[in-house]
C-alpha cells in the first residue's frame, strides 16, 4: 500500500483558494437567517416569544386588530418602520404603501408576514434575507446584503377581495 504524505498549503496556495472562493458572487455580508440574527438589546427581541411561519418568517402580534383577516389577493394598505438589527432605522411611513396581497407589490417575506393580519392590529415581523433583498442588498446602499429586516407594522385599511 502506498502511502500519502500530506504537504502544508504554501501562501500562493492559500490565496489561490481564497480567490476562488471570493469569486464564487455569494458572500455572506451579514445574517442569512433569523436564527443566526445578533439583535441590538435595544430592539428588545426575543424569538421565543415570536411564531415562527413557514419559509422563516417570525411574526409577533403587539396589538391585536377587529375585523377579517387579511388573505391572498386582498387590497392591504400598512404603516410600518423598517429597522436593521443593529436598530438601524432603514426607513418608515408616511407615505402609507398599499398593494394585493400575494401579487408581488412587496418583498415576499413582507407580503406572508401581514397575511392574516386584520385593520388596527400591529405587528413585528422578522424576515430572513432570503425573503427580503438577498444577497445583492438594497441597490442604494440603505439595506446590505443578507440583512435580516425587522418591521414594526399597522394595518390601516383592508379591501377584500
Same mark, same amino acid.
Given at each position: ?7 502544508? $498549503? ?9 480567490? $476562488? &472562493?471570493?469569486?464564487?458572487?455569494? #458572500? ?8 443566526? $440574527? ?16 413557514? &419559509? ?9 386588530? #377587529? ?33 394585493? &396581497? ?23 415581523? !422578522? ?15 440603505? !439595506? ?5 429586516? !425587522?418591521?414594526?407594522?399597522?394595518? &390601516? ?5
Amino acid at each position: 500500500m502506498q502511502s500519502i504524505t500530506r504537504r502544508p $498549503a504554501t501562501v500562493g496556495t492559500a490565496f489561490a483558494m481564497l480567490l $476562488a &472562493l471570493g469569486g464564487c458572487g455569494d #458572500s455572506i455580508v451579514g445574517p442569512r437567517s433569523v436564527e443566526d $440574527a445578533e439583535f441590538n438589546p435595544g430592539l428588545g427581541i426575543n424569538l421565543e416569544e415570536f411564531t415562527r411561519l413557514p &419559509l422563516g418568517v417570525y411574526v409577533l402580534t403587539v396589538v391585536e386588530g #377587529s375585523g377579517v383577516e387579511s388573505g391572498e389577493g386582498d387590497q392591504v394598505t400598512v404603516g410600518y418602520e423598517l429597522r436593521l438589527t443593529d436598530n438601524t432605522l432603514v426607513d418608515a411611513s408616511p407615505p402609507n404603501i398599499s398593494w394585493l &396581497l400575494g401579487q408581488g407589490g412587496v418583498i415576499q417575506g413582507f407580503d406572508f408576514g401581514v397575511r392574516g393580519m386584520r385593520v388596527g392590529e400591529q405587528r413585528r415581523i !422578522i424576515i430572513p434575507s432570503n425573503l427580503g433583498y438577498g444577497p445583492g442588498g438594497s441597490g442604494d446602499g440603505r !439595506i446590505p446584503g443578507n440583512a435580516v429586516l !425587522i418591521f414594526d407594522v399597522t394595518m &390601516l385599511a383592508l379591501g377584500v377581495a
